[in-house]
């Protein structure tokens, strides 16, 4: 059973950044890759960005340029740096391990407020 613990999210002024964290119980990074998503108030669950074990990157339009995600293979930690917030980006943000069975994280809060 894998175990992702998210971290590093809060509140912050439109225009500021977070980074979340996202460790890994796994002795090494998911082979299938992994991910952010993503989920506001009344809304569905929407991908943010992805990493593959190679280092190949995907991001939704919406935060493409603004976002970046990385990880820490000695660390097993997944990142997301999160600039230029917007009140939109406001959202419970879950790390994902997309190798079989599928894991979640327990989530961790964004808020992007004056």
């Known amino acids: 059973q894998v175990q992702l613990v998210e971290s590093g999210g809060g509140l912050v002024q439109p225009g500021g950044s977070l980074r979340l964290s996202c460790t890994s119980s796994r002795s090494t990074f998911s082979p299938n890759g992994m991910g952010w998503y993503r989920q506001a108030p009344g809304k569905q669950r929407e991908l943010v960005a992805t990493i593959t074990s190679h280092d190949f990157t995907n991001y939704a339009e919406i935060v493409k340029d603004r976002f970046t995600i990385s990880k820490d293979k000695v660390k097993n930690t997944l990142y997301l740096q999160m600039n230029n917030l917007k009140p939109e980006d406001t959202a419970v943000y879950y790390c994902?391990?997309?190798?079989?069975?599928?894991?979640w994280g327990q989530g961790t809060q964004v808020t992007v407020s004056s």
């Open positions: 994902i391990d997309y190798t079989y069975p599928r894991h």
